[in-house]
């Protein structure tokens, strides 16, 4: 228990101390540190801000450009053309879908159907309830609809 003690007191020494250079050295030398770096800091943020501006505005240049042949190209959409178009390339014979079918695991040895055994049963019948449950729930609503 001693050991503990003094390993704690020890410790507690050693963060005191740490905290007492931290607050009167090292905080003091950063702070003077970045009054130093300050003129300089807000000079290369002037230039970078001056730049992105450069840049925002030959951005804007480009928009302007690609807005006008945008509304050059609507002016000359022939709708009915456009339609047929679409209509041409589009076309295919139409078939139902494929039911949709169960895919068994050949590693677990399973089979397509249902199996009724143990805990399988209880889990459908509750299954089931919950659905009869939302089905009453879910008719008014379509009947008003």
Do not use: W
């Amino acid at each position: 228990m001693i050991n503990h003690k003094n390993t704690y007191v020890v410790a507690t020494e050693v963060s005191n101390t740490v905290k007492q250079k931290f607050y009167e050295s090292d905080l003091p030398r950063l702070e003077d540190q970045f009054q130093l770096l300050q003129g300089r800091l807000i000079n290369q943020l002037v230039t970078v801000i001056d730049r992105s501006e450069g840049i925002h505005l030959h951005h804007l240049e480009a928009l302007r450009g690609r807005h006008t042949q945008v509304q050059e190209a609507l002016k000359t959409v022939d709708t009915a053309a456009d339609q047929a178009l679409f209509i041409e390339f589009n076309r295919r014979p139409f078939a139902i879908p494929a039911p949709l079918q169960f895919e068994p695991c050949p590693d677990f040895y399973d089979t397509g159907e249902i199996t009724s055994a143990g805990d399988s049963t209880v889990f459908l019948q509750n299954r089931l309830a919950r659905s009869r449950g939302k089905l009453s729930e879910v008719r008014p609503v379509i009947q008003s609809k």
